[in-house]
């Protein structure tokens, strides 16, 4: 069909319907209604294993150890992200038809409507949605710390080897501020030595003392925790864990305690971080930065944008307040923002009748 300038009007004012403050609103207060449920998506393409790929049966990946297991959290206001992200992953994987999605989503939100659209844009997906009960991890937030971006589903990735059956012993968990453009098996294989628990792209440089608060470093028997290793903060929006040996080791309880104590004396002052730290700091497996290009979203209320860290890239992460689908709704994209642009699934006005 083609586009008249009287076709054009009514869509253009879709466009701005649809467009950044809602989205912004929905970002920092979380108290906008589900836009998602008025977003088209497009359909992905669909993505087929190299000859080499091991073969699984369809009906057993979700539970297979030869499967590359994925965890992300699910919700409408970052649906947009999720898509693009999952988009990414298949795009760039070599054993497409092996990956296994396991979104956890909050109990109180329309699961049947996050699964339909996922399946609407994914026809072939091999992936579960389940219920996150926010309400059990609520009670143990500390209302000091709650804010907008501190939504009980930030904590889902603590109960991941709850949440996800059994036989399920390594997944990758990411947040959906990000988009890959390697392999997700590579990712996917870091070595886990010893009785190593998780890996992550740790940052030895950032200055690891402003993670907690004063009361917590004067405590000694509290700051001892650290005292026979070398903590170094480390993103939890890209993770590999190893969930047979955080089940073991109960892992969930330990990272519960601390929250249990933060609601009592304050020693830290970000949400679902600190206690990753406490629990893993200096006991990570390393991985790769290229695995964790964070920060993208830099400062949007400053109007900064960050550039790349030197070195490769295999994952772009829109870590910050700047969120890349925001700021080019808003025509104020950052230079980077165009990479995640092409993963984007969002039918807009103007692919309407592509
Ligand atoms: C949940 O989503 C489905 C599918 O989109 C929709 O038909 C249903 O009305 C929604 N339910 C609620 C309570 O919003
Ligand atoms: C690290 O952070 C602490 C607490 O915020 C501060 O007192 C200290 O000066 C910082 N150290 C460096 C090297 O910046």
Redesign the pocket.
Known sequence: MPKSPILLTPLLLLLFLLSSPALDAAENGRAALPRG?QQQFKEAPEFYNSHDCPIIEPDEILCSDAAVHVAMTLDAHYLRGSMAAILSILQHSSCPENVAFHFVSSASS?S??LQ??ITASFPYLKFRVYPFDDSSVSGLISTSIRSALDCPLNYARSYLADILPLCVRRVVYLDSDLVLVDDIAKLAATPLEGSTVLAAPEYCNANFTAYFTPTFWSNPSLSLIFADRKPCYFNTGVMVINLARWRAGDYTTKIEEWMELQKRMRIYELGSLPPFLLVFAGRIAPVDHRWNQHGLGGDNFRGLCRDLHPGPVSLLHWSGKGKPWARLDANRPCPLDALWAPYDLLQTPFSLDS
């Open positions: 449920q329309n049947s409507f339909s659209t």
